[in-house]
């Protein structure tokens, strides 16, 4: 049996894209005007115009291409996103890796309030002990349940039902930008969005590393985004 | 801590439906003469010929909402389908009831053969008793741990990480019959069929709950889509 | 040849729905607790609270279908919405009525002002005399070519190109309750909207039917999209 | 007024694309072996595969972006595609150019037989002679009439609508390799494909000239979907 790893990462890479601040000028000026060009630095208004009013189209011809690594806890909470295309590792045609999350010290691990008002706090040493200890028996116990089926002859796709949801999994993930957006607005907080949002820390580790790539190809429009209050157009 | 129970039924249970092959076929004479209404005697054939020809747009008007108590593992093969609505239970908001789901006797549990071509068999008594008995222990720890960890004050979000796919979840789905007949084309095996599918045994046992909810209320077109190799239009 | 007409209705009657507050409400309730049914009284707040923190899924599972009457330079802007599902009449396959679109006393013709910042006046008595004998007579042309060209044998498909954008077509569409509220925030002025919107007038006198059967079938959620400034959760 | 053109030309161009078969590859080999990458020549097989099987998610990460120049009646097809993102120049907005198609001689103008199996003949030398003039006669008056009423000081978006439906507009439509494949198999005819299918010849031509950009970019893919029988997968 492979030795299981506990690994804390959540990480994204951007594979390929098509995307810029260009593309979604030339986009929106089909629309008013198809001849005239104005000058580059006028992008940033129009781009600003478009975020304010909500014209979201001009984004989506945008596109973002990931490679995510990740639990299945949070790939659930992922593919919940229906507009955008999912290619995952398949569970029934391959064993999977041992390769497990476990929290690391700057995941907080007590809630205390109410749904809508969560607070998060880092929990006492004990707590933060028990968590790891909990999370890495379970771990291991399943797996090692998981490999003895297989080397039984039990088919992978039944096996693998004793694997906890901790368990990683890599999915390639290609979104177009208005739909990133919304991913955004509903995965990462920040307090000066116009609407809350409450995504799970793990995810918003995620969605935080796509929001750089976003940010890196297309400054004008986070920009915009951004000030618009975070709200998708 | 409350008794985990293990069970093997996968329930699909019809709440609210607007479906009927008249529906779909006053749709489709819109399209080519609003005016005229042949008698209803004539609908099974022009069901059939939008079938045939793939003219799917006169199906989407028909819509069905399913509860249905499944899996993990089943519920994120049939969350893939992103044409429909999927309302679930959340595990951050509430903790998850100990019902976890083992194989019946229905359930062959020893895959042979290649991808594309896999056969299943029961597998022999020795086989089913360690598959059962690796299923219920990994569950039963994986609970008692998840429950002391909401005991010591640790969140659900964090606690549930430990949980296996084969712990139930409820959802409310609601697709339209378009998209359902392309569910239906993937998720259930049919010799008849013209193109092969490969769905596991268990959504496959979901696909045909739905399945014949769609029967039940759209008989006429679900002939044609039979009589058509399942092919969805 | 028929006999043209000119007509400014612009009709929306709602054909079959699978919608209502308590439908909303039971659909939340699963993803928080559904074991607990809290007496019916409490659904107001349940479903401002859903539109306040932007969770829509809940809305997706009521579904509207109507049947609309209007000319196609409207058909073109509705038909922009893409989650919904839309059956039109074809002109390939029969011949168009002559049922032309002419604008009515209420509808105002000259605009001033600059993008984003339009406004309407009715126009002058010579303007309005104008517009409609210009509509009504190239209308009357436009249809009086097509049919010559029908009768000298050409294609429906290629006659109809001389048909100006003001003909009448019927279209049966079927949206959900999340995407019809976006479509309502898009599609009608008001002006305690928290976005602007900039609706051509035809197409907002027809957004304004789907909205009474909206409010007709799901009051609770209706008032609380009004009450949160009209943005689709 | 600006002088009014007659054209046949209809014209797409790929502006954008992130596209190639090797990005197929990749994907489909995430889901059933991450690490193991063998040899190139073997892809070909691989998307073979996926395109007899209908394994279709691979082709979505593929994304092509056209700038297209059609008659809007071409435009209403082609928008019927709803997994596609459209960027079209507005009338509302800005005054349309008097740009009209008219059909050249490779354009068949006679129709025979029943709906399903419709024939094409080029007409009579008095037929075409007949259908240009009542084109051309029918879009000068039309445009004529427009300009007068802008003139006039009518609104650009009441103006429109003495517009006929052979005036041109310009769209950005950025679409997926699978849902290209859909368009494809929908809107080219060929005699080999599995399903039969009966698209406005307009339409061919630019769904042709997208095809031809699909062969370009992703050659073994485009030969393997010819291979299936033009199925989208």
Not at 16 to 30: G, P
Not at 56 to 65: D, Y
Not at 162 to 185: E, F
Request: with cysteine; net charge neutral.
């Amino acid at each position: 049996m492979k030795q299981p790893t506990f690994i804390s990462a959540l990480n994204v890479d951007l594979l390929e894209h098509m995307a810029s601040d260009a593309i979604v000028a030339r986009r929106a000026r089909v629309s008013t005007n198809g001849a005239l060009v104005p000058p580059k630095a006028k992008d940033a208004g129009l781009i600003g115009m478009l975020m304010r009013d909500r014209h979201g189209l001009p984004f989506e011809h945008c596109v973002f291409s990931f490679e995510i690594h990740c639990p299945i806890f949070v790939m659930r909470e992922l593919m919940r996103h229906r507009i955008a295309s999912y290619s995952e590792e398949s569970a029934r045609y391959r064993q999977l890796e041992p390769a497990f999350y476990v929290p690391d010290a700057d995941r907080k691990l007590v809630q205390t309030g109410k749904v809508g008002a969560y607070h998060f706090e880092a929990g006492s040493a004990e707590q933060v002990i028990r968590a790891n200890f909990a999370i890495r028996t379970t771990s291991l116990a399943a797996y090692a349940e998981y490999d003895r089926m297989l080397v039984n002859g039990i088919a992978r796709e039944v096996a693998r039902m004793v694997l906890p949801v901790n368990i990683y999994s890599t999915v390639h993930m290609t979104i177009n930008a208005r739909s990133l957006m919304n991913v955004l607005s509903l995965r990462v907080i920040d307090s000066d969005s116009t609407y809350p949002s409450f995504p799970q820390w793990e995810i918003e580790q995620v969605a935080r590393q796509m929001e750089e790539a976003f940010a890196e190809k297309m400054p004008v429009t986070h920009a915009a985004f951004v000030k618009a209050g975070r709200v998708a157009p």
